[in-house]
């Protein structure tokens, strides 16, 4: 039997361990809506389909999500998984189990269940005009705004309905909603950039050439560390306004592993990981300094 925590193991390394520190019902949301961004996430990715299909998988996903049939999940469910959306095993298992994904998405209290389908929407229907673009087996980003923008409808977004999420039900937060909303794209674009600098070598060989060729990688690499400072600047005010910790534990960790991978990339270039020892050491490092009420995301070293 499938259950949205071995869902998440399976497609997530890093939510997987974020998501479980999250407070209810937060975590549950959360949960769902991942699982939601990454089905459209393996759409966009399977570079295997031609773009047409691609983009016919995500609108058939939009319109599920507009208006639910049980019937019809199961039914494109099976045609997705049987057109082999995914050479991943655990992207695979999740297109299979849409329809259990949906069911739980839907019996969310409708404050919650509105703004991620919304977002999910909106990112979707932003991942189909950039397939739309794919030449030649392949999508090429012209410049730096290009990269941004499309950063922005893969990972910005996400950062703003998870933004909508942390706000939901927690009025102590108002006083700083204008900052954390304000700040929120930059979030999911400096978790994004150092992804497509971790991946740029397999990307290229897949079909995408995410990092644009006239844009120096210096370029990128400072403006993912400047999206970090930002992300950091965030998650201080998430701790100083009072969010329960679950909240900055979450949106932390990633941002310290982000820091982490960006040191070990620019030292050793595309592909480079840290490894699991060094993430157990992270994690149990920012867990120390919230038990001591010292600042979550320390600020960055000099460069």
């Given at each position: 039997?499938a259950?949205?925590e071995g869902?998440?193991?399976?497609?997530?390394r890093?939510?997987?361990?974020?998501?479980?520190?999250?407070?209810?019902p937060?975590?549950?949301?959360?949960?769902?809506?991942?699982?939601?961004?990454?089905?459209?996430d393996?759409f966009e990715?399977a570079a295997?389909?031609?773009?047409?299909?691609?983009?016919?998988?995500?609108?058939?996903?939009?319109?599920?999500?507009?208006?639910?049939?049980?019937?019809?999940?199961?039914?494109?469910?099976?045609?997705?998984?049987?057109a082999g959306?995914?050479?991943?095993?655990?992207y695979?298992?999740?297109?299979?189990?849409?329809?259990?994904?949906?069911?739980?998405?839907?019996?969310?209290?409708?404050?919650?269940?509105?703004?991620?389908?919304?977002h999910?929407m909106r990112?979707?229907?932003?991942?189909?005009r950039?397939?739309?673009?794919?030449?030649?087996d392949?999508?090429?980003?012209?410049?730096?705004?290009?990269?941004?923008?499309?950063?922005?409808?893969?990972?910005?977004i996400?950062?703003?309905?998870?933004?909508?999420l942390?706000?939901?039900?927690?009025?102590?937060l108002?006083p700083?909603a204008?900052?954390?909303r304000?700040?929120?794209?930059t979030?999911?674009e400096?978790?994004?950039?150092?992804?497509?600098?971790?991946?740029?070598?397999?990307?290229?060989?897949?079909?995408?050439?995410?990092?644009?060729?006239?844009v120096?990688?210096?370029?990128?690499?400072a403006?993912?560390?400047?999206?970090?400072?930002?992300?950091?600047?965030?998650?201080?005010?998430?701790q100083?306004?009072?969010?329960?910790?679950?909240?900055?534990?979450?949106t932390a960790?990633?941002?310290?592993?982000?820091?982490?991978?960006?040191?070990r990339?620019?030292?050793r270039?595309?592909?480079?990981?840290?490894?699991r020892?060094?993430v157990?050491?992270?994690?149990?490092?920012?867990?120390r300094?919230?038990?001591?009420?010292?600042?979550?995301v320390?600020?960055?070293?000099?460069?």
């Open positions: 039997m259950s949205l869902l998440l193991e399976k497609t997530s890093t939510f997987a361990l974020s998501i479980p520190v999250l407070p209810e937060t975590r549950r949301e959360v949960m769902i809506a991942y699982l939601l961004f990454r089905i459209a393996t990715d295997h389909w031609e773009p047409a299909r691609r983009i016919e998988a995500l609108q058939e996903f939009n319109r599920l999500l507009a208006g639910y049939s049980r019937a019809e999940a199961e039914r494109l469910s099976a045609r997705w998984s049987a959306p995914s050479p991943h095993p655990g695979r298992e999740l297109i299979a189990e849409v329809p259990f994904v949906l069911d739980a998405f839907f019996v969310l209290s409708r404050e919650a269940v509105d703004p991620v389908r919304a999910v990112s979707a229907e932003g991942m189909a950039f397939v739309a673009r794919t030449q030649a392949a999508l090429v980003l012209s410049d730096l705004a290009d990269l941004q923008a499309y950063c922005y409808v893969v990972a910005g996400v950062g703003e309905m998870l933004t909508e942390f706000l939901l039900r927690r009025g102590e108002a700083i204008p900052f954390l304000e700040r929120a794209a979030f999911g400096a978790l994004q950039l150092v992804n497509i600098l971790k991946d740029s070598a397999t990307d290229a060989s897949e079909g995408r050439r995410y990092l644009p060729s006239g120096a990688p210096a370029d990128v690499f403006l993912a560390r400047r999206d970090l400072g930002t992300a950091a600047s965030y998650i201080a005010a998430l100083s306004g009072g969010a329960p910790r679950g909240l900055v534990e979450f960790l990633p941002v310290l592993l982000a820091r982490a991978s960006l040191d990339i620019e030292e270039g595309p592909g480079s990981k840290i490894s020892p060094e157990f050491r992270l994690t149990q490092k920012l867990k300094s919230l038990d001591r009420n010292q600042p979550a320390p600020a960055p070293d000099p460069q």
